[in-house]
């Protein structure tokens, strides 16, 4: 496994040199790119005395065709122990606010979830380490900034995990298409873990056994789901208005 990732585009670039710079390895600039996000990236090299390298086109599109201009190698980052989770709940001001994806394996998926979350004041985002996608340069680009904002665990166990959360009070509330109980009267307003699952199968039969409850977004048309990213950001700002509500 390399020990190098790249984060391209300008926004995951600029989060990327915010949030968490000592990360960074190298900046590689598109030759005749020029702009004022563009000159911040520059300014924020000479200050850090990070090599930045000024390319060919032809360079960068060999680490992605959507990069801005922009690519930056940073060390791999792979998300954060089960350890940095019960250390961060346990430093908790406020109910924990948690989202869980089950195996979701689209980068694509994966990116605007985290998105969802960082905009939602999520707590933590866990995932499986097995069989789901990580931080990808493509989960980093679709993620704008917020795969370097939001804590991101990576979990050996998620059963485990999940019965970790229970233990410290926190409710498991899984999605399922098949729930009688409906999002809108679900209660989301205390400490909550909302569980999603992978695209197309839902949750795992273990997953689902160790939700607390399981609750549905009610459809009113023809189409019977939802994309996960989009139902996540669904579920998360109803419980943030239930949150807001009860002054959490």
């Known amino acids: 496994m390399s020990n190098t990732d ?3 585009g300008i926004h995951a670039v600029l989060a990327q040199l915010n949030q968490r710079p000592d990360d960074v390895i190298e900046i590689l600039l598109q030759q005749g790119r020029e702009g004022d996000q563009i000159n911040k990236i520059r300014a924020f090299a000479d ?6 390298s000024v390319v060919s086109r ?6 992605a065709k959507t990069h801005q201009g922009v690519v930056v190698k940073v060390r791999a980052s792979r998300g954060k122990t089960e350890e940095e989770l019960v250390h961060l709940l346990d430093n908790l001001d406020e109910p924990p606010f948690i989202l869980v994806l089950d195996s979701v394996t689209d980068p694509h998926n994966l990116g605007a979830c985290l998105r969802s979350a960082d905009a939602a004041g999520v707590h933590a985002v ?7 996608v990580g931080l ?5 680009k679709v993620a704008c900034g917020a795969a370097e904002s939001v804590a991101f665990f990576s979990v050996t166990n998620l059963a485990r995990t999940l019965r970790m959360l229970q233990d410290r009070g926190i409710w498991i509330t899984g999605m399922a298409g098949e729930a009688s109980q409906d999002l809108y009267t ?4 205390g400490p909550t873990a909302l569980v999603l699952g992978a695209e197309g199968k839902g949750l795992r039969r273990l997953t689902r056994e160790l ?4 609750t549905k977004i009610p459809m009113a048309g023809l189409v019977t789901s939802l994309n996960v990213s989009v139902a996540a950001g669904i579920c ?3 419980a943030v208005r239930q949150r807001k509500l009860k002054g959490n």
């Not at 200050?47 to 930045?52: D, G, R, S, V």
């Not at 990808?136 to 980093?140: D, G, I, L, N, S």
């Not at 679900?186 to 307003?189: E, G, Q, S």
């Open 136 to 140: 990808t340069p493509v989960v980093r």
């Open 47 to 52: 200050k850090q005395h990070i090599t930045c």
């Open 236 to 238: 998360l700002f109803e």
């Open 6 to 8: 790249v984060v391209y």
């Open 58 to 63: 032809k360079v960068l599109d060999q680490y």
């Open 126 to 132: 866990i995932a499986p380490k097995d069989k789901a």
């Open 211 to 214: 939700c607390d409850q399981l």
């Open 186 to 189: 679900t209660d989301l307003a």
